[in-house]
């Protein structure tokens, strides 16, 4: 793994993220989770969300009965969820070292949140743990940006200006180490304007070796699904796959 980067990378981006940096993303893609998750699991049924963020797909889920328990490893951007979504339960937890007991029907990672993980064996880890908290034919459900994502979209900048707001956003992709880097350059007015920077490196893993990663962990009756089939559209839709599995 990279030393470098610090699973601790959100905790400065917590507050804009929290402000809608994924809003667009879940309103498409919960369609994919209804077909691919809600469809498969019991009405009320218990779900983890791995790398849950600021909430936004607890809050939907808590308000359709589910009982949600979200999982991430920044603490500010939890307490911007547990705000969001007050049903919820949040944990404090990295995915690649986490215990529960099996008490869940399901699991999900969303918004390529697993590319994070920098590492094969540690990507293995986190199903592993996954598997180890799901109920016999629980299902584990999650999405992860593809080579043509890298390719296309992990390439120049973006920005975006606000009243009291200001973030720019250069992106980069190394073939040879398949690694994309986004580093990001914050401004937010409270009392004076605060300056704040981070980096966050994603890995672009080939479906045989996600495929091969949750075969290690145990799971079976494994499918991928393109995001476009799903109905999902844009640079949102661009290069990313969803991955499903079942514990047996």
């Not at 064996?121 to 199903?127: A, D, H, T, W």
């Amino acid at each position: 793994m990279d030393r470098g980067f610090s699973y601790t990378a959100y905790d400065p981006f917590a507050w804009l993220y929290s402000r809608g940096w994924g809003t667009e993303y879940h309103r498409q893609a919960l369609g994919a989770i209804e077909k691919l998750l809600l469809a498969r699991v019991p009405p009320g049924a218990r779900l983890l969300d791995v790398c849950c963020g600021a909430g936004d797909l607890p809050r939907t889920l808590s308000e359709r009965g589910y009982r949600v328990t979200g999982l991430d490893s920044s603490a500010p951007m939890l307490a911007h969820a547990r705000k969001n979504a007050p049903a919820a339960r949040f944990v404090l937890a990295d995915a690649r070292q986490f215990r529960f007991r099996p008490v869940f029907h399901g699991a999900l990672s969303t918004f390529d949140s697993l590319n994070h993980i920098l590492e094969p064996g540690e990507l293995e880890n986190c199903f592993r743990n996954v598997f180890g908290v799901l109920r016999e034919g629980g299902v584990w459900v999650f999405d992860l940006n593809m080579i043509e994502s890298f390719q296309t979209l992990w390439t120049g900048m973006s920005a975006e200006v606000e009243k009291d707001s200001v973030y720019v956003a250069r992106f980069s992709f190394q073939p040879s180490k398949r690694t994309g880097r986004a580093d990001l350059t914050m401004f937010r007015r409270l009392a004076h304007w605060e300056r704040s920077d981070t980096t966050v490196l994603e890995k672009c893993y080939s479906a045989e070796e996600v495929r091969a990663a949750l075969e290690a962990a145990g799971f079976l009756s494994m499918e991928s699904h393109e995001a476009r089939a799903l109905g999902m559209y844009g640079d949102i839709a661009q290069g990313r796959v969803f991955f499903s599995a079942r514990k047996a």
